[in-house]
């Protein structure tokens, strides 16, 4: 499985909203955008890590960044975590994983000390050219967009 590394251009994907529509990695040409890869929706981990960009998402865009989660869950699933946590950026559907095996955030992971095959917690900076800018992976849900604002130099409100 090889990962992303700052410099390379990011691969291209086009994928399922909740609603149904097809957003692409070029709709965000010109714009810088947050990708972060997480497990499944409504799941505890899952579900404070989307609050959490949620609470800042406004702190990002500001500093012209676009947030978008992306996950295998079907858009219905991702239509009702997004109502029900009021997650005003877009969740995208990879059901078959080929943009998260692109992106290196599928495959071999240590769960519990066994290791699993499966999604791999991860966050994508990606520059306005669609140059990846920064890959971060086996992130913590807990505290990661605190880490990544400090990273993208972003003051968050205390």
């Known amino acids: 499985m090889s990962r992303l590394e700052p410099g390379q251009p990011a691969p291209a994907w086009s994928l399922s909203d909740a609603d149904g529509r097809t957003v692409s990695l070029s709709d965000f040409a010109g714009r810088k955008v947050i990708i972060y890869v997480y497990p499944a929706a409504m799941t505890p981990g899952c ?77 994508f900076v990606i520059d306005e050219q669609g140059v990846v800018e920064l890959a971060k992976y086996n992130v913590r849900a807990t505290g990661h967009v605190a880490s990544l604002a400090k990273q993208l130099k972003v003051d968050l409100p205390a």
């Open 47 to 123: 579900t404070t890590q989307a609050c959490d960009f949620r609470d800042n998402e406004s702190v990002f865009q500001q500093h012209g960044y676009a947030v978008v989660g992306v996950s295998p869950d079907a858009p219905e699933k991702l239509a009702t975590f997004a109502e029900k946590e009021s997650l005003p950026f877009p969740l995208l559907s990879d059901p078959d994983k080929e943009m998260l095996t692109a992106y290196g955030a599928y495959g071999e992971k240590k769960n519990y000390g066994r290791t699993v095959v499966g999604v791999i917690r991860s966050t």
